[in-house]
């Protein structure tokens, strides 16, 4: 399987704190993106890395790339009771355009 | 933002009906798009890769027969599952996109459930 592995699984914490989710891949990427996925619902898409940057941000979103260890971090700061949701990375590959989920993160902010 | 549409959002039918499932990206030309299954709890399992005007990708273990994807034009692919039996319930989406370091858009997923 060319699934990438999150961790943690899981990760529960209470409102205002930080919250970090990791991804590994296995083969080289164009780009690695970030989802957030609602229980039952679509997926809404909340940042783009390319493989020649190493670090974006977006409001309180922070994505590192690190392409030698083939990893990627997802930062949510001053997180909300409103982020709780699954979160996944995925990535689009070099070689046949697949574009692959990883395994996912469960966050739960606690009010 | 880019939108894509997925139809039906939701079929329940007997075993043994095919169910055709479309996505459509409606503000943008997606030379490629994606059909994935999900389960319950679980992440998002690529079936295949369709780029426009050729032939689908699958991936292993996905059987193409069974599972029959057309991507006719810019902005429409289809997935047939063909012969619907109990074990192919399940979340199916789509996801486009127009090139490559372009973010992928997915639809909203359609809920298949054989009876």
């Known amino acids: 399987s060319q699934q990438g592995e999150e961790d943690p699984q899981a990760l529960s914490i209470q409102e205002g704190e930080n919250a970090t989710m990791n991804c590994s891949y296995k083969t080289s990427i164009n780009n690695l993106q970030w989802y957030r996925q609602n229980s039952g619902r679509g997926l809404v898409h909340l940042i783009l890395i390319r493989s020649n940057e190493r670090e974006k941000h977006s409001g309180r979103l922070r994505v590192t790339l690190d392409t030698s260890k083939k990893s990627s971090s997802l930062l949510i700061t001053a997180s909300r009771a409103a982020d709780t949701a699954s979160y996944f990375c995925a990535t689009n590959q070099v070689t046949g355009n697949q574009f692959y989920f990883g395994t996912g993160t469960s966050l739960t902010v606690i009010p | 933002g880019a939108v894509v549409s997925q139809h039906p959002s939701r079929v329940i039918c007997k075993s043994g009906t095919s169910v055709k499932i479309e996505c459509r990206s409606l503000?943008?030309?997606?030379?490629?798009m994606f059909w994935y299954r999900q389960f319950p709890k679980k992440s998002l399992m690529l079936m295949a890769t369709?780029?426009?005007?050729?032939?689908?990708?699958?991936e292993q273990g996905v059987e193409k027969d069974k599972f029959l994807i057309n991507h006719a034009s810019l902005t429409l692919s289809t997935l047939t599952v063909t012969s619907a039996h109990p074990e192919d319930s399940s979340f199916y989406i789509c996801?486009?996109?127009?090139?490559?370091?372009?973010?992928?858009?997915f639809g909203d997923g359609t809920r298949l459930s054989i009876l």
């Open positions: 503000d943008f030309q997606a030379t490629t």
């Open positions: 996801s486009a996109k127009s090139t490559t370091n372009q973010p992928q858009h």
């Open positions: 369709s780029n426009e005007g050729s032939k689908a990708t699958y």
